[in-house]
C-alpha cells in the first residue's frame, strides 16, 4: 500500500511564503510522476504542479506561474511545493499525488494512482 503523508500547511498572510512537503512510502519513488493539486471550498480540484520522474520536466497551472516551484528529492522519497507571493486566492487544501511506472510529467487527476489527506492553506488578506 502506497502512502502520502503532507505537512507545510497552515496560515499565512498575504506575499508570504510557506513549503509543503510530500514523502511517499515507496522506495521506488524515483519512478513515481508527482503532483500537487488543491481544492477551494465549492470548487472542483484542480492542477497546480506536477513533476516527472527526475525533476527534468515540470508544469506549472497559469495561476501559479512564477511564484511557485515544484522540486523533489529521490534520495528523500519527497516532492515540494516552494510557495511565494501567496494570495487569498491561493487558499485551499493542497493534495499531493502520486503515479507509479511513469516518467513523464502528469497533468490530469484521473491519471494518478495515489493520493495525500490534503494540508490546508489559508491566505489573509
Known amino acids: 500500500q502506497v502512502q502520502l503523508v503532507e505537512s507545510g500547511g497552515g496560515l499565512v498572510q498575504a506575499g508570504g511564503s510557506l513549503r509543503l512537503s510530500c514523502t511517499i512510502s515507496r522506495r521506488t519513488f524515483s519512478s513515481y510522476a508527482m503532483g500537487w493539486f488543491r481544492q477551494a471550498p465549492g470548487k472542483e480540484r484542480d492542477i497546480v504542479a506536477a513533476?516527472?520522474?527526475?525533476?527534468?520536466?515540470?508544469y506549472y497551472a497559469d495561476a501559479v506561474k512564477g511564484r511557485f516551484t515544484i522540486a523533489r528529492d529521490n534520495a528523500k522519497d519527497t516532492v515540494y511545493l516552494q510557495m511565494n507571493s501567496l494570495k487569498p486566492e491561493d487558499t485551499a487544501v493542497y493534495y499531493c499525488a502520486a503515479r507509479g511506472s511513469n516518467l513523464a510529467v502528469v497533468i490530469r487527476a484521473e491519471y494518478y494512482e495515489y493520493w495525500g489527506q490534503g494540508t490546508q492553506v489559508t491566505v489573509s488578506s
Open positions: 513533476i516527472n520522474w527526475n525533476g527534468a520536466s515540470t
